[in-house]
């Protein structure tokens, strides 16, 4: 069976990529169209359009997560497959019509799992393991990925397996990948990772996954507004669109904008994983 390692851009993923090496390393970045969020460096931006195969904007990410993954791949040796499927734009257009939130998050499903699976339909078609980068002390997280699985351990995705005979498709389940966590496997904490990457030649985003995440701790994405103003306007003009709803069930962007919080962005680092936000990678 052929292997994978899934890689989000944080140090966790990065770590597995550079001591279990597998067959492939493949990152898939969330884009926008957004030309507010420009991806500053125009001779990188095109570097990004030429590995994703498409004219690339920016993303809702932090910028420093390019860096990461092209100075990741220097340092591994290795090639890393980018992906990219539809921007967030289209996805809240097109595949939700109203904002994903904590009750449906499809986001992660159509911007991360989707751009992967349909690389590996293209480039394996056979089952393979995929290392994710889940580190001990993260067996919760572990087990539910694993309650995904079906009775063989497999992962399955929703797409187009044939036709009908009135030439509609003909959709079925696919199973495509079993995950493995070989860091929690070994006991390999928090503590080592960070280790790791102390004197190595990669710079690491503060947080990996869209800066707006849903997930955050409403202090944090107050934060978020001061460091990435105007990737965190995009998220709050996505709720001004009529009929779209709103990221979370208890406030709104614009209200977590002009809260007068007492903390400055020097109080990032007091934000702890938990308070994050994770897209589930």
Not at 16 to 35: E, G, Q
Not at 71 to 97: C, M, S
Not at 155 to 180: C, F
Not at 210 to 233: A, S, T, Y
Request: aromatic content about 12%; proline content about 4%.
């Amino acid at each position: 069976m052929k292997t994978i390692t899934s890689i989000s851009g944080g140090k966790s993923s990065a770590y597995i990529a550079a001591n279990y090496p597998t067959d492939y390393n493949v990152f898939a970045l969330v884009t926008t169209s957004d030309k507010a969020c420009i991806f500053p460096d125009a001779k990188l931006r095109q570097v990004v359009s030429d590995k994703i195969g498409r004219e690339f904007i920016g993303t809702l990410e932090e910028d420093t997560i390019v860096y990461t993954i092209l100075e990741l791949e220097q340092y591994l040796g290795r090639p890393i497959h980018w992906v990219a499927g539809l921007t967030f734009d289209r996805v809240v257009n097109e595949k939700g019509g109203w904002l994903p939130n904590m009750l449906h998050r499809y986001c992660t499903t159509e911007m991360k799992l989707k751009p992967i699976f349909d690389w590996w339909l293209e480039n394996i078609g056979e089952p393979v393991q995929t290392q994710i980068g889940f580190r001990a002390g993260e067996e919760r997280r572990a087990n539910k990925m694993l309650d995904k699985c079906n009775e063989d351990g497999f992962i399955e995705m929703k797409a187009v397996v044939g036709k009908l005979k009135d030439g509609r498709n003909k959709w079925g389940e696919v199973p495509w990948q079993q995950p493995v966590f070989p860091m929690i496997r070994d006991g390999v904490h928090r503590d080592k990772v960070y280790e790791f990457w102390k004197d190595k030649p990669v710079r690491f985003a503060e947080r990996n996954n869209c800066v707006g995440c849903f997930h955050r701790n409403p202090i944090l994405l107050n934060l978020m507004f001061q460091k990435h103003p105007e990737k965190m306007d995009w998220f709050a003009r996505q709720e001004e669109v009529e009929g779209n709803g709103t990221w979370r069930s208890d406030t709104t962007y614009r209200k977590i904008q002009n809260h007068k919080t007492q903390l400055s962005l020097l109080d990032l680092d007091d934000f702890g994983e938990c308070e994050d936000g994770y897209c589930g990678l």
